[in-house]
């Protein structure tokens, strides 16, 4: 029997996952408008921003592809009606997960120099990116716990209280933003970059005690952690070996746009800074979409219900592509509006506008691939996603981003690679999807 895939159902899911999934790009975006309109050295601490977001982003999404393992797990035994089997599964991960990132601290934090410095970071942007770093930091663990209890609940087919955590964040991280940056007169001295970094460290800590509440509250899954370990951590721990590779490769990609925009002076980090991380919101709000390709492929492919799939597939790619041209649409009704949110500067406006042109172009082409994205890791084909970004970031982004850098391209060079980086990353997972699923459904 086929399950018929609605708009409703789908908006039900992804609606909730795109708020929640832009809470980390609005924290770093909040942080990069706040100190972008600072009176004092704000170029050299938005350069710092940029630098260090893209550092802990590469962090975060290597750990963080936590959320996407659990949630193809969970949604594959709710599909199947075996879901008891599995729910000691999620403390385990959260437990591992955990453990990991404060190792990760303590092999950064004393290094942050040398880190920074492979960035082409220094002098008083190198300075500022060590002081925003060695507090963000700690923030880490916290965010990754916050992050795989997502999975669960997506999972559980349920992005609400995901979506209630995140607003509380966010909301809190803006209200600490602008009391710690600019300080509040006999009470809080002007914290400037360091306030920022603290903002955002009290705003994932507080997600991380929404989260705790809600699964304890809301779901029958337990947090305290059981041994032995559960029979599934192994396709867990496999999952998240590819996709840890996989993650590698993508920051692989944002590590040289970063290093090439920091080697072209401080007004070309600065604009690249606003123009990467608006593209990362762009990201994070098509990822409701993907998120919802996630959680309904993880639970029909475990149903077997392979008609279903294509018929979600289908829907997805039109879904996607509105939601790539409304989000460029937008974006070039504010062209101008939105680069002074961020800075005065008339110099980085000025590469900003320049190059924010391809950032809304590239909007469809993202929707495509973010959303087939959240389809296989929803099917647990953790393995073909790695493959195929291996491929697209070290056959095709990185030649590109060279080249374009020998023709002196600068900061269109660096989105030119991204955009057909893109592309690469898309087309083969459309294409080996409808191979797949296709055949299987004409089987059934």
């Not at 989000?327 to 939105?338: C, D, H, S, T």
């Amino acid at each position: 029997m086929s399950t018929k895939i609605t708009l409703k159902q789908i908006n039900k899911l992804a609606i909730p996952a795109l708020i929640s999934g832009i809470s980390e790009p609005i924290l770093s975006l909040t942080d990069a408008a706040i100190i972008g309109n600072m009176d004092l050295n704000a170029t050299e601490s938005l350069a710092a921003v940029g630098i260090v977001t893209t550092f802990l982003s590469m962090l975060i999404w290597v750990l963080g592809q936590t959320r996407s393992a659990i949630s193809s797990i969970v949604s594959q035994y709710l599909g199947a009606d075996k879901l008891g089997e599995i729910k000691n599964l999620p403390a385990q991960a959260i437990f591992l997960i955990t453990s990991l990132s404060v190792i990760i601290i303590l092999a950064t934090y004393p290094f942050a120099s040398q880190i920074f410095k492979l960035y082409n970071a220094s002098d008083l942007i190198l300075n500022y990116s060590i002081v925003y770093y060695q507090i963000r930091v700690f923030g880490f663990p916290f965010t990754l716990f916050t992050i795989a209890v997502f999975g669960t609940f997506r999972g559980l087919q349920n992005t609400f209280y995901p979506m209630i955590i995140a607003i509380a964040g966010s909301v809190s991280n803006i209200i600490l933003d602008i009391a710690l940056v600019y300080g509040i007169e006999g009470i809080i001295p002007a914290l400037h970059i360091e306030g920022a970094a603290y903002a955002s460290v009290i705003a994932q800590i507080i997600m991380a005690g929404l989260s705790v509440y809600y699964l304890l509250i809301k779901t029958d899954i337990p947090l305290l952690v059981r041994f032995p370990f559960n029979p599934e951590i192994k396709s867990f721990a496999l999952m998240i070996v590819n996709l840890f590779i996989r993650t590698i490769a993508l920051n692989v990609a944002l590590y040289f746009g970063t290093s090439f925009a920091t080697k072209y002076g401080p007004t070309y980090i600065a604009a690249y800074t606003i123009a990467i991380n608006l593209w990362f919101l762009g990201a994070f709000l098509i990822d409701g979409y993907a998120s919802a390709g996630n959680i309904l492929s993880g639970k029909l492919y475990g149903a077997k219900e392979y008609k279903s799939l294509i018929d979600l597939s289908n829907k997805l790619i039109k879904y996607g592509i509105l939601i790539g041209l409304t989000i460029a649409i937008i974006g070039g009704l504010l062209y101008f509006p939105i680069g002074s949110v961020f800075t005065d500067d008339q110099n980085v406006l000025n590469e900003f506008y320049n190059i924010f042109w391809t950032v809304l172009a590239m909007q469809p082409l993202c929707a495509l691939a973010f959303i087939f994205d959240g389809v296989f890791k929803g099917l647990g084909k953790m393995q073909y996603l790695r493959n195929v970004l291996l491929f697209s970031t070290l056959l095709v982004f990185i030649p590109v981003i060279i080249a374009a850098d020998n023709l002196g391209y600068k900061l269109y060079g660096i989105f030119m690679a991204f955009t057909v980086w893109i592309i690469a990353r898309g087309l083969p997972l459309i294409i080996k999807f409808r191979k797949i699923f296709r055949t299987l459904a004409e089987n059934t």
